[in-house]
């Protein structure tokens, strides 16, 4: 079997890292290397994976770094890594006993070089929240761009120069979509095989400064895909991809500034950005009617109403909607 090294940054998460620990060891398929990084924890994180070493020496391998974020600490298990296949976990979630198994099927059955699986997003008392990832039309724009339920090969990643952004947030967006020109035939498992759980401290659920890391990141992905010559080809991908997290994911985060003025400044930051970047972004091919009828009820009225909102400046009335629907129902999907 080919090996598969999984990767797991850690920081502070002495009371969950267990369950993650265990659900990979319960796994079905066993050819794999568990690269750890203790990215300077100042709680018992590090006493608790000790004790898994002792009881897996040649199967756990712990590195300690100084913090640096999630994002330095996977490139630096990247390049420890010898296994055919990465794939990336973060420590407070938990896998189902057969998803590398399936994982690895799926890309060696296919001749693919990459596969992912739905997932369930649950809570700390593994209280199931709703599944995601498992769309009706299976095209690589309907992602989610967390590296967490997917399988990558290393080789690709290594001779393309995948990296995740370090010191910033939306580290995973980065490495997600530099990898996407190189992905083919790509599997698609409906079965939610990957937990994540949502927890009060997710990045998702909240709000400062770092939000702006976006358009770093953003501007690292459109220089690679122009360096190596991907921007022509997949320029409808591209542009979707900065529509959907700078419009419906960046400026959904900034929902939570409560200051009229500044959500107005935020929203003409991120206009005036995307309109440089993509000048007709509001005739991306898949915001046409034809495309967006593949979507959900919800998600279609979300974007058709949303992009033109953005367009014609009435933004600011689509976020307050939007706030409104988060009070009611604060287990919504976001984006």
Same mark, same amino acid.
């Given at each position: 079997?080919?090996?598969?090294?999984?990767?797991?940054?850690?920081?502070?998460?002495?009371?969950?890292?267990?369950?993650?620990?265990?659900?990979?060891?319960?796994?079905?398929?066993?050819?794999?290397?568990?690269?750890?990084?203790?990215?300077?924890?100042?709680?018992?994180?590090?006493?608790?994976?000790?004790?898994?070493?002792?009881?897996?020496?040649?199967?756990?391998?712990?590195?300690?770094?100084?913090?640096?974020?999630?994002?330095?600490?996977?490139?630096?298990?990247?390049?420890?890594?010898?296994?055919?296949?990465?794939?990336?976990?973060?420590?407070?979630?938990?896998?189902?006993?057969?998803?590398?198994?399936?994982?690895?099927?799926? &890309?060696? +059955? *296919?001749?693919? /070089?990459?596969?992912?699986?739905?997932?369930?997003?649950?809570?700390?008392? @593994?209280? $199931?929240?709703?599944?995601?990832?498992?769309?009706?039309?299976?095209?690589?724009?309907?992602?989610?761009?967390?590296?967490?339920?997917?399988?990558?090969?290393?080789?690709?990643?290594?001779?393309?120069?995948?990296?995740?952004?370090?010191?910033?947030?939306?580290?995973?967006?980065?490495?997600?979509?530099?990898?996407?020109?190189?992905?083919?035939?790509?599997?698609?498992?409906?079965?939610?095989?990957?937990?994540?759980?949502?927890?009060?401290?997710?990045?998702?659920?909240?709000?400062?400064?770092?939000?702006?890391?976006?358009?770093? &990141?953003? +501007? *690292?992905?459109? /220089?690679?895909?122009?360096?190596?010559?991907?921007?022509?080809?997949?320029? @409808?991908? $591209?542009?979707?991809?900065?529509?959907?997290?700078?419009?419906?994911?960046?400026?959904?985060?900034?929902?939570?500034?409560?200051?009229?003025?500044?959500?107005?400044?935020?929203?003409?930051?991120?206009?005036?950005?995307?309109?440089?970047?993509?000048?007709?972004?509001?005739?991306?091919?898949?915001?046409?009617?034809?495309?967006?009828?593949?979507?959900?009820?919800?998600?279609?009225?979300?974007?058709?109403?949303?992009?033109?909102?953005?367009?014609?400046?009435?933004?600011?009335?689509?976020?307050?909607?939007?706030?409104?629907?988060?009070?009611?129902?604060?287990?919504?999907?976001?984006?």
């Amino acid at each position: 079997m080919n090996l598969v090294s999984i990767i797991i940054p850690a920081y502070n998460c002495q009371e969950f890292i267990g369950q993650c620990l265990d659900s990979i060891l319960a796994q079905t398929y066993q050819s794999i290397e568990i690269i750890i990084v203790n990215d300077g924890s100042t709680d018992n994180t590090l006493q608790v994976l000790n004790k898994y070493v002792d009881n897996h020496p040649k199967l756990i391998k712990v590195y300690s770094v100084p913090n640096g974020g999630q994002g330095r600490a996977r490139n630096f298990a990247v390049e420890q890594a010898i296994g055919k296949y990465l794939l990336f976990i973060d420590s407070d979630d938990y896998l189902e006993k057969t998803m590398i198994e399936t994982l690895v099927e799926a &890309v060696e +059955n *296919n001749n693919s /070089t990459f596969a992912i699986c739905a997932y369930s997003r649950v809570t700390p008392e @593994d209280t $199931l929240l709703f599944n995601e990832m498992d769309p009706k039309y299976k095209e690589i724009i309907n992602i989610n761009t967390s590296p967490w339920n997917k399988l990558f090969i290393r080789e690709l990643w290594i001779e393309n120069d995948v990296r995740f952004s370090e010191g910033l947030w939306y580290e995973d967006l980065e490495a997600v979509l530099k990898y996407l020109p190189h992905v083919k035939n790509p599997v698609w498992i409906s079965t939610p095989l990957y937990n994540y759980v949502q927890r009060e401290t997710s990045s998702i659920n909240q709000y400062d400064h770092r939000v702006e890391d976006i358009f770093s &990141v953003m +501007n *690292n992905v459109y /220089t690679y895909y122009e360096q190596f010559g991907y921007l022509e080809k997949y320029y @409808d991908e $591209l542009e979707y991809f900065f529509i959907m997290h700078l419009i419906f994911g960046h400026l959904s985060r900034c929902v939570s500034e409560k200051d009229e003025n500044k959500r107005q400044q935020y929203i003409k930051k991120t206009k005036d950005y995307i309109e440089d970047k993509f000048p007709n972004y509001y005739k991306n091919k898949y915001f046409k009617l034809g495309e967006l009828k593949k979507s959900s009820l919800g998600m279609f009225a979300i974007k058709l109403v949303g992009i033109n909102a953005f367009r014609f400046n009435y933004f600011a009335l689509f976020l307050r909607l939007y706030d409104l629907k988060l009070h009611l129902s604060p287990t919504i999907k976001r984006w």
